[in-house]
């Protein structure tokens, strides 16, 4: 099946910096999704993209969805606290043939105050 | 402010006992889903369902898997004969079409498996 490698893994960072992150995959994906999910939570949808090279902000959430339609990135401007949690990626294939979304395996972001 | 809700939020059964995980998909969604994240990993697609039949699974969604959607409202998850590595947080989601539409997710059922 398809395979997505999210990258980095984890990151530590201070209140104030800008974090980015980032799917990569080796096959073509028709949609990308962003999803933060919280300790013992389910994965909440933070930005959807439909178009190969569109680029959607979300406040101070930045993502874009690459021009191969094999990547996306995250972007967040002058992180909070609040941003702790796990990022994840997520690719949906096309609409006839695909009905399942693959995850990536997550960016564990950790904010210092 | 429309959710999928699921029941129940945490599960202890014992292995080789059947357990039902249930979920109330958002009312006007057509497409549902069940994933599954072992603690500390990805989530995991398992199937997704419309129009009353399995549309898709995964390798993970073999025969001691099944779904069922009894009524308008719930979309059920069956695992039968239940093993320890079938721990984990059950996710339901859904969303008003497939393919290139985000899907919207639950809380999450936990299980855990002794």
């Known amino acids: 099946g398809q395979q997505l490698n999210q990258s980095p893994q984890s990151m530590f960072i201070q209140e104030g910096e800008d974090v980015s992150m980032n799917c990569t995959s080796s096959?073509?994906?028709?949609?990308w999704l962003w999803y933060k999910q919280d300790p013992g939570e389910g994965p909440v949808l933070l930005i959807a993209?439909?178009?190969?090279?569109e680029l959607t902000s979300n406040g101070r959430l930045t993502a874009q969805f690459g021009i191969t339609r094999k990547d996306s990135f995250l972007n967040i401007s002058a992180s909070i606290p609040s941003d702790v949690g796990i990022y994840f990626c997520?690719?949906?294939?096309?609409?006839?043939?695909?009905?399942?979304?693959?995850f990536g395996a997550g960016t564990r972001l950790t904010v210092k105050p | 402010e429309p959710e999928v809700t699921q029941t129940p939020s945490h599960q202890v059964t014992q292995m080789g006992q059947e357990v039902i995980l249930r979920c109330v998909p958002i009312?006007?969604?057509?497409?549902f889903y069940w994933y599954r994240q072992i603690l500390g990993q990805k989530v995991e697609f398992l199937v997704s369902?419309?129009?009353?039949?399995?549309?898709?699974k995964s390798e993970i969604f073999d025969d001691q898997f099944s779904v069922e959607r009894p009524d308008g409202s719930n979309f059920t998850l069956k695992i039968r004969s239940t093993k320890l590595e079938d721990s984990a947080m059950y996710f339901c989601?859904?969303?008003?079409?497939?393919?290139?539409?985000?899907?919207?997710f639950g809380q999450g059922t936990r299980l855990t498996v002794v």
């Open positions: 989601a859904s969303s008003v079409a497939g393919g290139r539409t985000e899907a919207f």
């Open positions: 096959s073509i994906f028709n949609t």
């Open positions: 993209l439909y178009k190969a090279g």
């Open positions: 997520a690719g949906l294939g096309d609409l006839y043939n695909n009905n399942d979304m693959r």
């Open positions: 009312s006007n969604h057509l497409y």
């Open positions: 369902f419309y129009n009353n039949e399995i549309s898709e």
